[in-house]
């Protein structure tokens, strides 16, 4: 096993004043899909957020290690830069950007040392496409303008794919898919997974782990761990819920209450 792409320890952070996460750590080495699933408002998107430098979340403690470097000073292009990566739970719209153009801009931005002219880009994208089987059309309308939930997140698996980033972090990818779009975007995601990049799954149920499988799944309650496991794990969480967990630590309710609308 090789030296872990990413470590967290002792990770404290707030929102405006707001303490969310209280003390999580974690460490995922390369060719690991790690889990991490919990009630809405226990810290789990504002996880995803701090690890990618959102402007308003304040790391109050603890460090971040990415591919043994800490990114406590570095801006979220920066750390992009590093090869980390977010897919959003809502992809936002952004009218008048072709999705092609987007990706090439993206591209080169945190490629800075290898950017790729249209030519040599549309060779590197139409690889993608290829393997993921996305049809041209997405990539000729605008950034998530009049997308489904299944085309967005279908977006999302082609950036991570064009992109190539050391480690991703997909927030809630299941969030707003139908079984089949779910399917399609996990079969996306294992077809660029591999051995060389870590991969970090943050949902709410049991249903996309059945499609991605990772190796850990980790309990997210009131911005702690509080339990990691096996795929056995999601399958008491389905069965039982999270109230035993709640229990467990003493967390209520009124505890988890999230930074975000919707909570994460």
Avoid: C, W
């Avoid at 003390?23 to 690890?51: C, F, Q, R, W, Y």
């Amino acid at each position: 096993m090789g030296e872990p792409i990413l470590v967290i320890e002792g990770l404290h952070a707030q929102v405006e004043g707001k303490e969310i996460l209280r003390g999580v750590d974690l460490k995922i080495t390369p060719g690991e899909i790690h889990a991490i699933m919990g009630p809405n408002g226990s810290g789990k998107s504002t996880l995803a957020n701090v690890l990618m430098g959102k402007p308003g979340y304040e790391v109050t403690e603890g460090s971040v290690l990415f591919r043994g470097e800490s990114i406590a000073d570095l801006s979220t292009d920066e750390r992009a830069r590093r090869g980390l990566f977010l897919a959003f739970q809502y992809p936002v719209e952004i009218p008048g950007v072709s999705v092609v153009n987007f990706l090439r801009t993206a591209y080169n931005s945190v490629h800075p040392d290898h950017t790729l002219g249209p030519l040599e880009f549309r060779r590197h994208l139409q690889s993608k496409l290829d393997l993921l089987e996305v049809g041209e059309e997405l990539i000729n309308r605008y950034v998530n303008q009049g997308f489904s939930g299944g085309e967005r997140k279908r977006a999302e698996v082609l950036q991570l794919a064009v992109l190539d980033p050391a480690m991703a972090i997909l927030d809630e990818t299941d969030t707003g898919l139908d079984i089949d779009a779910l399917r399609e975007v996990a079969a996306g995601v294992n077809k660029i997974f591999n051995e060389e990049r870590g991969l970090l799954l943050i949902t709410h149920y049991q249903r996309l782990l059945t499609y991605i499988e990772p190796h850990i799944i980790h309990v997210l309650i009131g911005g702690r761990i509080v339990r990691s496991g096996g795929k056995e794990l999601a399958l008491e969480l389905e069965a039982k819920g999270y109230e035993q967990f709640r229990a467990e630590v003493g967390a209520t309710s009124d505890e988890e209450l999230s930074d975000e609308a919707p909570a994460g």
